[in-house]
């Protein structure tokens, strides 16, 4: 086995997870990993950008932040606008010195958006400025 590859249960511990948290991750398609016969292996790359982790770097790089937004009572339309335009943006930098991680989930029946970003503070800021924005137009 490649060491660039993690097993169910490294990336569980790796992760402070459940391995049955992990497998659910997998299967809801939040965490992608490959079938390898009955057993999933997750790359290392994706396991870290998963858990906001940056390796082999050192200093500034190392801070990430990690935020949650909820947003209440939002348009199926404007929930689509909302992570469209924040997947755009987070795809735009790419002299970007640390990994960034966006994930946004909508829920038709409650209306609610959720949005889950790991990134350097700065890159975070700027896509917290651009929900912001989005939101007052959206008004």
């Keep these: 086995m490649s060491s660039k590859l993690a ?4 990336a569980a511990e790796e992760l402070g997870l459940h391995p049955k948290t992990v497998l659910r991750y997998i299967r809801e398609g939040r965490l992608s990993a490959t079938k390898i016969g009955k057993a999933y292996r997750i790359d290392r790359g994706t396991l870290d950008a998963f858990g ?5 770097r050192s200093g500034a790089a190392d801070v990430r932040a990690t935020c949650v937004v909820e947003i209440a009572d939002i348009s199926p339309e404007g929930a689509e606008r ?10 735009t930098d790419g002299a970007r010195p640390a990994p960034l991680h966006l ?3 909508f829920d038709p029946t409650s209306r609610h958006l959720k949005i889950v970003l790991v990134a350097s503070p700065s890159d975070a800021a700027k896509l917290l400025e651009l ?9």
Excluded: F, H
Excluded at 7 to 10: G, H
Excluded at 52 to 56: A, I, L, N, P, S
């Design 103 to 105: 994930s946004t989930a």
């Design 7 to 10: 097993t169910v249960e490294q």
């Design 131 to 139: 929900v912001d924005l989005q939101l007052r137009a959206l008004k």
């Design 52 to 56: 906001g982790v940056v390796r082999g």
């Design 82 to 91: 909302t992570a469209s335009l924040l997947n755009a943006a987070s795809m």
